[in-house]
């Protein structure tokens, strides 16, 4: 059976999560909109708080861009009427200060211990990749910065979101039926890997609760439990499988983490 590793709840909203293969930590993004306040949390494999939050200067329009090699990347942008990116800044995720800043520089992923992306420039796309751990900007071609991001792997992975109309929906629908005797709609949520299936679903007649269930090939169901109930439409990205554990947000403020 699917062990239970932690239950941990935030105060406010998480909005994203990235992974740093090289420490094994969850970067989160949570949102507390009463406050109007963004914070950045790390958090362990283990389930346990990891280094201090990140509290930046604009603790509002801001948002994660990437978790590399320990250091946290944010992006701040003008406001809700405008999303340009005004800058990008990194913290280290241990102490949570600032380690560096620049001026609109958009990123687009990270590689070799730098962070890649482009500045635009009369809506021109200038590419390049600035060092973690020092700030330094170097220009590269849109080829070579392709070439870098194809190189990383990562062992976060996500599932293959499927809407109800197509050939994958129908074959897994026929699956719960058969199997289970359940019937499925809306969308789901699926991956597989060496040993384990995770699918992530609707039960008909009540698509508001998302359901995640977890099979072995021999067809034991290791897990069968209600991951969201918000009634706010299909989710995407519902769960993460990363290094043998499983995890999912919860109630939109709970991050869960099982291993598998």
């Known amino acids: 059976m699917a062990k239970k590793i932690a239950r941990l709840r935030f105060d406010g909203q998480i ?5 740093d293969d090289s420490s094994r930590r969850l970067a989160l993004e949570v949102k507390a909109s009463q406050r109007l306040e963004t914070i950045y949390h790390t958090v362990g494999l283990d389930g346990e708080l990891a280094g201090k939050p990140v ?10 861009s990437g978790f590399h090699r320990g250091c946290l990347l944010v992006h701040t942008y003008e406001g809700a009427s405008n999303p340009r990116i005004k800058n990008l800044a990194a913290f280290d995720a241990q102490s949570g200060k600032e380690v560096w800043e620049a001026d609109d520089f958009v990123a687009a992923g990270c590689a070799g211990g730098c962070v890649l992306g482009y500045v635009l420039e009369e809506q021109q796309p200038f590419y390049g990749k600035i060092e973690l751990s020092t700030g330094a900007y170097e220009e590269l071609s849109a080829s070579e910065q392709e070439a870098m991001l194809a190189g990383e792997k990562s062992a976060f992975c996500l ?3 499927f809407e109800e109309a197509t050939e994958y929906f129908q074959l897994i629908q026929r699956f719960f039926r058969e199997k289970r005797g359940q019937e499925i709609a809306g969308a789901v949520d699926y991956y597989e890997n060496k040993t384990h299936i995770f699918i992530s679903y609707y ?7 998302n359901w995640l269930t977890v099979l072995t090939y021999q067809g ?26 499983l995890g999912w947000i919860e109630d939109k403020n709970t991050l869960c983490l099982f291993s598998v």
Do not use: Y
């Open 55 to 64: 509290l930046p200067r604009e603790n509002w329009w801001t948002g994660l």
């Open 220 to 245: 034991e169901m290791i897990l069968d439990e209600k991951i969201q109930e918000s009634g706010e439409g299909l989710a995407l990205d519902s769960f993460f499988v990363c290094c043998g554990i």
């Open 203 to 209: 039960k008909k007649g009540n698509i508001s609760e």
């Open 159 to 161: 599932p293959s979101h």
């Open 15 to 19: 909005w994203k999560i990235c992974f």
